[in-house]
């Protein structure tokens, strides 16, 4: 800056000393400000056509303020250049990988309108791109469920959803499984991805397990019913009791297996139910406490009963009933001797939800995600020992997804558990007639339809 002014100064000062020997120091001094301004104005220009094309203008040789613009304007071309080139190599190689993927992926905007779609869209979703650019995805894809899906995730506060399932309507044979995320403010992003061998081999593997289950039962039978039958025989020396005694208990341990298998394999036929009967809840609680009072006496708990009696749910009875007996069976089991346990049956704004709490044994952080895996166990003796089969909070979480229900297991190392099963609001309802049921199951309850806590 100091250089242009002091360049200026001596311009004007060389002027005036020319002028004033002319006799016309004014004179002078302005024609030559006027040359100065008009040469500024033509390297001003230069300027303009260098930023605005500088690689068909090579950068001028100039000196001072202006030097050190172009220098830095060089200098900024060139980052951006280069950023430029970088950003399209990424972009180009990005494109390429979306490419290769085997599965769909469709951009939508917030009206549901075709932005991008990469190559397999067309294979997997008979999508094409450019094609069908701008094109509702919903005009393309005619699915209730996946529209009701994409719809969903297109909220704001939307959680990452499971995505759904569905038969392909190019292919019969094809089962997609797609998925929708919104990742801008305006964008989704749709994953199309083909499952059906994946889900062959899933029916192939349950189809296995029920075909051997199946084919173990009759043998089991024969088996268990030999070695009772020897049992009962009084010439069976004395050295054969304890041997036949063990094979009895063994051959009833697979057949519990055997059994919940079998279940197990019935519910995952039909993954979702259409809940019709009308489950009374205390009536299947009465039940249940009826038959495992042998074993909380036996081990001196005391089971505490915190239940709304006019609340039912529609459902399935045998299946609800199984998958909280093997919840009261498993707080009974876990808990050491003199231990106490809650059995709660509520609803709230969220839904209805059954409860079983206990102080026994806990189960460590790790294991809790992994429990409701077959034969999961964290301790297999003591499960053993119990009568257990590693099956039990399987069948819970297969029965509750039936009823899209969900089950929340709380628990801490040596201080307890609680096993929720949460169940929408839309299958809970208040039902008067479950106050007969309760009274005729011996339940005592008072006006505000809760059966007060019951201590055995
Ligand atoms: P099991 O037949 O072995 O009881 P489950 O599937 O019912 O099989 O349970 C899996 C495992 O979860 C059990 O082996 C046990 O380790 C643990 N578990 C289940 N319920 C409880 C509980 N109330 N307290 C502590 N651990 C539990």
């Not at 024609?31 to 040469?39: K, N, P, S, T």
């Not at 972009?91 to 469709?106: E, M, N, T, Y």
């Not at 393309?140 to 399932?165: C, N, T, W, Y």
């Not at 050295?239 to 341990?253: D, N, S």
Request: glycine share 6%.
């Amino acid at each position: 800056m100091q250089y242009d002014i002091w360049k200026f100064i001596a311009l004007l000062s060389v002027a005036a000393i020319l002028g004033y020997s002319l006799g016309h120091t004014f004179l002078v001094m302005l024609l030559v400000a006027l040359g100065i301004i008009v040469w500024q104005i033509f390297r001003l220009d230069t300027l303009y056509r260098w930023v605005e094309k500088p690689r068909d203008n090579p950068m001028p040789e100039v000196s001072g303020q202006l030097y050190l613009l172009y220098r830095s304007l060089n200098r900024k071309s060139n980052k951006s250049a280069k950023r430029k080139r970088q950003l399209t190599s990424f972009l180009s190689q990005f494109r390429k990988a979306v490419g290769a993927l085997p599965d769909a992926i469709v951009l939508i905007d917030e009206r549901g309108k075709i932005e991008w779609a990469n190559a397999n869209a067309k294979t997997v979703l008979g999508i094409r791109w450019p094609g069908d650019s701008a094109v509702k995805f919903s005009d393309l894809i005619r699915h209730p469920e996946v529209e009701a899906h994409i719809e969903a995730a297109g909220k704001l506060d939307a959680p990452v959803a499971q995505g759904v399932v569905v038969n392909s309507l190019s292919n019969n044979e094809q089962i997609l499984n797609i998925k929708c995320v919104r990742y801008t403010e305006k964008l989704r992003m749709i994953v199309a991805r083909d499952v059906s061998r994946l889900i062959q081999i899933n029916q192939m593997q349950r189809d296995f397990v029920a075909n051997v289950s199946h084919e173990l039962k009759t043998p089991l039978t024969v088996l268990k019913g030999y070695v009772e039958i020897l049992q009962g025989t009084e010439d069976v020396p004395q050295r054969f009791r304890k041997p036949l005694e063990q094979m009895r208990l063994q051959g009833e341990r697979m057949q519990f297996i055997v059994n919940d298998l079998l279940y197990l394999a019935k519910l995952e036929d039909n993954a979702t139910l259409k809940p019709s009967e009308r489950v009374d809840v205390t009536h299947i609680v009465n039940t249940i406490v009826e038959s495992v009072q042998p074993l909380i006496k036996q081990k001196r708990h005391k089971l505490e009963l915190d239940i709304d009696y006019n609340l039912v749910i529609s459902g399935a009875q045998t299946e609800l009933h199984s998958a909280f007996s093997n919840l009261i069976t498993n707080a009974i089991n876990y808990t050491p001797d003199n231990g106490y346990i809650r059995v709660h049956w509520h609803a709230n704004d969220g839904g209805a939800i059954f409860s079983v709490k206990d102080d026994g044994l806990g189960i460590a952080a790790n294991h809790i995600e992994r429990l409701t895996q077959r034969f999961y166990r964290v301790d297999t003796d003591r499960s053993r020992d119990g009568g257990g089969t590693g099956l039990g909070l399987a069948i819970v979480k297969h029965v509750l997804q039936r009823h899209g229900a969900e089950l929340e297991i709380l628990s801490e190392l040596g201080a307890g558990s609680e096993f929720r099963c949460k169940f929408p609001q839309q299958l809970s309802l208040k039902d008067t007639q479950a106050l007969t049921n309760a009274h005729a199951s011996g339940g005592a309850q008072n006006q505000s339809g809760v059966v007060p806590k019951t201590l055995f």
